[in-house]
Structures are given as C-alpha cells and as structure tokens.
C-alpha cells in the first residue's frame, strides 16, 4: 500500500513538473501567435484586455462583445421596444433607417464571423480574423458614434408639437 502511494505521489510529481514546463512552452506559442497580429498594442487598449491570460480566442470573444453592443443599438432604433427607444427611433427617418438596415448587416457578418472563428479555435484562422474584423469595427465606430449622438440630440429637441405622436400609449 505504502509502494502505491508513493509511485502516485511520483507521477503526480512528475505530471506536475512536465505540466509547467508544458504550460512554459504553450505560453511561448502564444506569445508568438500573439506577436504576428499587428497593432495588437491599440487592440488591447481598443477591447480593453488584459496581458494576462491573453489569447486570440479571448481576444475574438471581446471583438465580439463589442460587435453585439453596436447591434444592440441599432436594434433599438430599428425595433424599438423601450420608451426610450420608441421616443429616440423618431429622430430617425425612413431613409436614416435604410441606412442602419444596411449597417446592421454589415456588423451581424463580422459578428457572426466572429463566433464561427471561436467555435473552430484555430489560431492561424483567429490571427487574420482578429486583423480584419478590428479594420471593420473600427471602420464602423464613427457611424456609431453619430448614430448615439442623433438618438441623445433626439431628448435635447423642443419638440412640443410632436409630443403626443412620440409618447403615445401603444397598448
């Protein structure tokens, strides 16, 4: 029983140690996997990750994130369901919305090329998806930051005379 314990105590010991250096060594690919997307000092910042524990998938997952919230904006505008929404997608005309129709389209591809490249978890894949998508995000953070700023001017706008249309009881 004694011999038993001991040779488990000894492959424990041994996994653990062959377990470090493997840990050693995929940190070293990562780094280098890591090392071949450009920029990717400005993405860190960009998607606000952390060094630590730092991979392409987490890095894919943030990308992601940030995807989902552009969508959840346009959504609001073009499916209002809150009466924030409802008042804020007045601001927008019929043409305004073709135009977001066309730009939620856009974000939904990259948002679902996103999720496919996570669920296939392959580094060399993620690497060039990481670069293209982080060219589209940022192509599309503009448009969003007027799209936010149309629906906020929305609140700012006397508009007494549209009042009753905007905040009318739908039930």
């Known amino acids: 029983m004694v011999n038993s314990k001991s040779k488990k105590t000894e492959k424990a010991v041994k996994t653990e140690k062959s377990g470090k250096k493997d840990s050693k060594t995929s940190a070293n690919e990562m780094s280098k996997v890591l090392s071949t997307i450009k ?9 606000d990750l952390q060094e630590d ?3 392409p998938i987490s890095i894919l997952h943030k990308m992601s994130e940030t995807a989902e919230f552009y969508l959840k904006i346009i959504q609001q505008i073009l499916q209002p369901e809150e009466f924030h929404s409802v008042y804020e997608c007045n601001a927008f005309d019929d043409n305004d919305k073709q135009e977001l129709f066309e730009l939620y389209k856009k974000i939904i591809i990259i948002h679902r090329e996103l999720l496919k490249t996570i669920i296939m978890s392959d ?15 940022r192509a599309v953070k503009p448009k969003m930051v007027e799209i936010v700023n149309k ?14 249309k905007s905040t009318q009881y739908f039930g």
Do not use: C, P, R
């Open 53 to 55: 524990n730092l991979t």
């Open 123 to 137: 580094d060399k894949t993620s690497v060039s998806v990481i670069q293209s998508a982080d060219g589209e995000i």
């Open 151 to 164: 629906m906020q001017q929305s609140w700012k706008v006397d508009s007494q005379k549209d009042t009753h």
């Open 39 to 47: 920029n990717i000092e400005f993405i860190k910042k960009e998607y």
